[in-house]
T-cell receptor, first 113, second 110 residues
Framework: DSGVTQTPKHLITATGQRVTLRCSPR?????VYWYQQSLDQGLQFLIQ???????AKGNILERFSAQQFPDLHSELNLSSLELGDSALYFC????????????FGPGTRLTVT | GIQVEQSPPDLILQEGANSTLRCNFS?????LQWFHQNPWGQLINLFYIPSGTKQNGRLSATTVATERYSLLYISSSQTTDSGVYFC????????????FGKGTSLLVTP
Protein backbone atom coordinates (compact mmCIF):
# COMPACT_ATOMS: atom_id res chain seq x y z
CA ASP A 1 0.00 0.00 0.00
CA SER A 2 1.59 3.26 -1.19
CA GLY A 3 -0.55 5.47 1.04
CA VAL A 4 -2.06 7.23 -1.99
CA THR A 5 -5.80 6.64 -2.34
CA GLN A 6 -7.94 7.04 -5.43
CA THR A 7 -11.68 6.82 -5.91
CA PRO A 8 -13.55 5.35 -7.60
CA LYS A 9 -11.67 2.21 -8.64
CA HIS A 10 -13.81 1.67 -11.70
CA LEU A 11 -16.02 4.01 -13.67
CA ILE A 12 -18.19 3.22 -16.67
CA THR A 13 -19.86 6.09 -18.46
CA ALA A 14 -21.16 7.13 -21.85
CA THR A 15 -19.66 9.39 -24.49
CA GLY A 16 -20.31 13.07 -23.90
CA GLN A 17 -20.52 12.71 -20.13
CA ARG A 18 -18.38 14.31 -17.43
CA VAL A 19 -16.66 12.50 -14.55
CA THR A 20 -14.53 13.46 -11.56
CA LEU A 21 -11.66 11.34 -10.26
CA ARG A 22 -10.41 11.91 -6.75
CA CYS A 23 -6.99 11.45 -5.20
CA SER A 24 -5.68 11.78 -1.65
CA PRO A 25 -1.87 11.98 -1.41
CA ARG A 26 0.30 10.33 1.21
CA UNK A 27 0.34 12.12 4.52
CA UNK A 28 2.87 14.96 4.33
CA UNK A 29 3.18 14.97 0.54
CA UNK A 30 2.58 18.34 -1.08
CA UNK A 31 2.88 17.35 -4.75
CA VAL A 32 0.21 15.52 -6.71
CA TYR A 33 0.67 14.25 -10.25
CA TRP A 34 -1.89 12.79 -12.65
CA TYR A 35 -0.93 10.21 -15.28
CA GLN A 36 -2.93 8.40 -17.94
CA GLN A 37 -2.17 4.85 -19.10
CA SER A 38 -3.74 3.73 -22.36
CA LEU A 39 -2.87 0.87 -24.71
CA ASP A 40 -1.78 3.13 -27.56
CA GLN A 41 -0.08 5.98 -25.63
CA GLY A 42 1.43 4.11 -22.73
CA LEU A 43 1.92 5.96 -19.44
CA GLN A 44 1.94 9.71 -19.90
CA PHE A 45 1.98 12.68 -17.58
CA LEU A 46 -1.06 14.95 -17.50
CA ILE A 47 -0.61 17.62 -14.82
CA GLN A 48 1.09 18.38 -11.51
CA UNK A 49 0.07 20.43 -8.49
CA UNK A 50 2.24 21.54 -5.61
CA UNK A 51 0.62 22.84 -2.44
CA UNK A 52 -2.48 23.97 -4.29
CA UNK A 53 -0.81 25.54 -7.31
CA UNK A 54 -0.42 24.13 -10.80
CA UNK A 55 3.27 23.39 -11.31
CA ALA A 56 3.60 21.57 -14.64
CA LYS A 57 1.43 20.50 -17.54
CA GLY A 58 1.92 17.56 -19.85
CA ASN A 59 -0.28 16.09 -22.55
CA ILE A 60 -3.54 17.14 -20.95
CA LEU A 61 -6.49 17.78 -23.24
CA GLU A 62 -8.47 21.01 -22.95
CA ARG A 63 -11.51 18.91 -22.02
CA PHE A 64 -9.62 17.83 -18.88
CA SER A 65 -8.96 19.97 -15.84
CA ALA A 66 -7.68 19.44 -12.33
CA GLN A 67 -7.26 21.20 -9.04
CA GLN A 68 -5.68 20.64 -5.65
CA PHE A 69 -7.65 21.68 -2.60
CA PRO A 70 -6.40 23.21 0.71
CA ASP A 71 -6.45 19.76 2.35
CA LEU A 72 -4.13 18.68 -0.52
CA HIS A 73 -6.49 16.19 -2.12
CA SER A 74 -6.84 16.57 -5.86
CA GLU A 75 -9.56 16.04 -8.41
CA LEU A 76 -9.26 15.40 -12.14
CA ASN A 77 -12.29 16.41 -14.16
CA LEU A 78 -12.86 14.84 -17.56
CA SER A 79 -15.63 16.27 -19.73
CA SER A 80 -17.19 15.61 -23.14
CA LEU A 81 -15.83 12.12 -22.85
CA GLU A 82 -14.84 10.20 -25.97
CA LEU A 83 -14.19 6.50 -26.49
CA GLY A 84 -10.47 7.24 -26.67
CA ASP A 85 -10.50 8.57 -23.11
CA SER A 86 -10.93 5.03 -21.81
CA ALA A 87 -7.79 4.40 -19.79
CA LEU A 88 -6.30 3.81 -16.37
CA TYR A 89 -5.80 7.12 -14.57
CA PHE A 90 -3.15 7.23 -11.87
CA CYS A 91 -2.48 9.78 -9.21
CA UNK A 92 0.97 9.98 -7.64
CA UNK A 93 2.33 12.05 -4.81
CA UNK A 94 5.72 13.14 -3.56
CA UNK A 95 6.96 15.13 -0.62
CA UNK A 96 8.51 17.82 -2.80
CA UNK A 97 8.45 18.83 -6.42
CA UNK A 98 12.08 18.70 -7.48
CA UNK A 99 12.76 15.11 -8.43
CA UNK A 100 11.54 13.44 -5.24
CA UNK A 101 10.35 9.84 -5.35
CA UNK A 102 6.76 9.52 -6.54
CA UNK A 103 4.30 7.03 -5.06
CA PHE A 104 1.36 5.87 -7.12
CA GLY A 105 -2.21 5.19 -6.14
CA PRO A 106 -4.11 2.10 -7.31
CA GLY A 107 -5.63 3.96 -10.26
CA THR A 108 -9.13 4.58 -11.59
CA ARG A 109 -10.12 2.49 -14.58
CA LEU A 110 -12.37 4.57 -16.83
CA THR A 111 -14.42 2.92 -19.53
CA VAL A 112 -16.30 5.16 -21.95
CA THR A 113 -19.03 3.37 -23.93
CA GLY B 1 10.98 15.43 -23.55
CA ILE B 2 13.36 12.81 -22.26
CA GLN B 3 13.37 9.65 -24.37
CA VAL B 4 13.33 6.38 -22.43
CA GLU B 5 14.05 3.05 -24.08
CA GLN B 6 13.64 -0.26 -22.31
CA SER B 7 14.90 -3.63 -23.39
CA PRO B 8 13.99 -6.33 -23.95
CA PRO B 9 10.30 -5.62 -24.63
CA ASP B 10 9.29 -9.16 -23.68
CA LEU B 11 10.94 -11.83 -21.57
CA ILE B 12 9.92 -15.37 -20.65
CA LEU B 13 11.82 -17.11 -17.85
CA GLN B 14 11.57 -20.33 -16.01
CA GLU B 15 11.21 -20.07 -12.25
CA GLY B 16 14.62 -19.76 -10.62
CA ALA B 17 16.31 -18.03 -13.54
CA ASN B 18 18.04 -14.64 -13.37
CA SER B 19 17.44 -11.68 -15.67
CA THR B 20 18.67 -8.18 -16.44
CA LEU B 21 16.41 -5.40 -17.70
CA ARG B 22 17.89 -2.28 -19.25
CA CYS B 23 16.74 1.34 -19.40
CA ASN B 24 18.47 3.93 -21.60
CA PHE B 25 17.58 7.60 -21.34
CA SER B 26 18.44 10.60 -23.45
CA UNK B 27 19.21 13.36 -20.93
CA UNK B 28 20.61 13.89 -17.44
CA UNK B 29 18.02 13.14 -14.77
CA UNK B 30 17.20 14.05 -11.17
CA UNK B 31 14.86 11.11 -10.69
CA LEU B 32 14.92 7.56 -11.96
CA GLN B 33 12.42 5.02 -10.69
CA TRP B 34 11.75 1.37 -11.45
CA PHE B 35 8.19 0.09 -11.08
CA HIS B 36 6.49 -3.27 -11.30
CA GLN B 37 2.96 -3.23 -12.67
CA ASN B 38 1.17 -6.32 -11.44
CA PRO B 39 -1.64 -8.09 -13.32
CA TRP B 40 -4.19 -5.99 -11.39
CA GLY B 41 -2.68 -2.79 -12.78
CA GLN B 42 -1.02 -1.55 -9.60
CA LEU B 43 2.27 0.32 -10.03
CA ILE B 44 4.60 -0.78 -7.26
CA ASN B 45 7.73 1.18 -6.45
CA LEU B 46 10.83 -0.97 -6.70
CA PHE B 47 13.69 1.53 -6.63
CA TYR B 48 14.32 5.25 -6.57
CA ILE B 49 17.78 5.32 -8.08
CA PRO B 50 18.96 8.43 -9.98
CA SER B 51 22.51 7.14 -9.47
CA GLY B 52 24.39 4.33 -7.75
CA THR B 53 23.41 0.82 -6.75
CA LYS B 54 20.67 -0.48 -4.47
CA GLN B 55 19.50 -3.92 -3.44
CA ASN B 56 16.22 -5.14 -2.03
CA GLY B 57 16.02 -8.89 -1.54
CA ARG B 58 16.22 -10.65 -4.91
CA LEU B 59 16.11 -7.38 -6.78
CA SER B 60 18.90 -4.92 -7.33
CA ALA B 61 19.39 -1.90 -9.55
CA THR B 62 22.29 0.14 -10.84
CA THR B 63 22.17 3.52 -12.53
CA VAL B 64 25.20 4.90 -14.36
CA ALA B 65 24.08 8.49 -14.71
CA THR B 66 27.11 9.62 -16.73
CA GLU B 67 26.34 7.00 -19.38
CA ARG B 68 22.56 7.45 -19.14
CA TYR B 69 21.44 3.93 -18.40
CA SER B 70 20.04 1.86 -15.58
CA LEU B 71 19.85 -1.89 -15.03
CA LEU B 72 17.38 -3.89 -12.98
CA TYR B 73 18.50 -7.36 -11.89
CA ILE B 74 16.04 -10.04 -10.87
CA SER B 75 17.57 -13.14 -9.33
CA SER B 76 15.94 -16.51 -8.61
CA SER B 77 12.76 -15.36 -10.33
CA GLN B 78 9.35 -16.45 -9.02
CA THR B 79 5.99 -16.61 -10.75
CA THR B 80 4.89 -13.61 -8.68
CA ASP B 81 7.56 -11.55 -10.48
CA SER B 82 5.45 -11.70 -13.64
CA GLY B 83 4.11 -8.40 -14.89
CA VAL B 84 5.43 -5.32 -16.61
CA TYR B 85 8.53 -3.49 -15.39
CA PHE B 86 8.70 0.22 -16.11
CA CYS B 87 11.61 2.60 -15.93
CA UNK B 88 10.69 6.28 -15.51
CA UNK B 89 12.90 9.37 -15.40
CA UNK B 90 12.48 13.07 -14.70
CA UNK B 91 14.47 16.28 -14.76
CA UNK B 92 13.83 20.00 -14.57
CA UNK B 93 13.00 20.13 -18.29
CA UNK B 94 10.13 17.71 -17.70
CA UNK B 95 8.92 19.76 -14.75
CA UNK B 96 10.06 16.77 -12.67
CA UNK B 97 7.16 14.73 -14.05
CA UNK B 98 8.06 11.15 -14.87
CA UNK B 99 8.67 10.08 -18.46
CA PHE B 100 7.99 6.37 -18.77
CA GLY B 101 9.49 3.79 -21.05
CA LYS B 102 7.25 1.27 -22.80
CA GLY B 103 8.14 -1.38 -20.27
CA THR B 104 9.46 -4.94 -20.25
CA SER B 105 6.75 -7.57 -20.05
CA LEU B 106 8.02 -10.48 -17.93
CA LEU B 107 6.42 -13.90 -17.68
CA VAL B 108 7.87 -16.38 -15.21
CA THR B 109 6.69 -19.93 -15.77
CA PRO B 110 6.68 -22.71 -13.13
Amino acid sequence: DSGVTQTPKHLITATGQRVTLRCSPRSGDLSVYWYQQSLDQGLQFLIQYYNGEERAKGNILERFSAQQFPDLHSELNLSSLELGDSALYFCASSVGSLGAEQYFGPGTRLTVT
Amino acid sequence: GIQVEQSPPDLILQEGANSTLRCNFSDSVNNLQWFHQNPWGQLINLFYIPSGTKQNGRLSATTVATERYSLLYISSSQTTDSGVYFCAVANSNSGYALNFGKGTSLLVTP
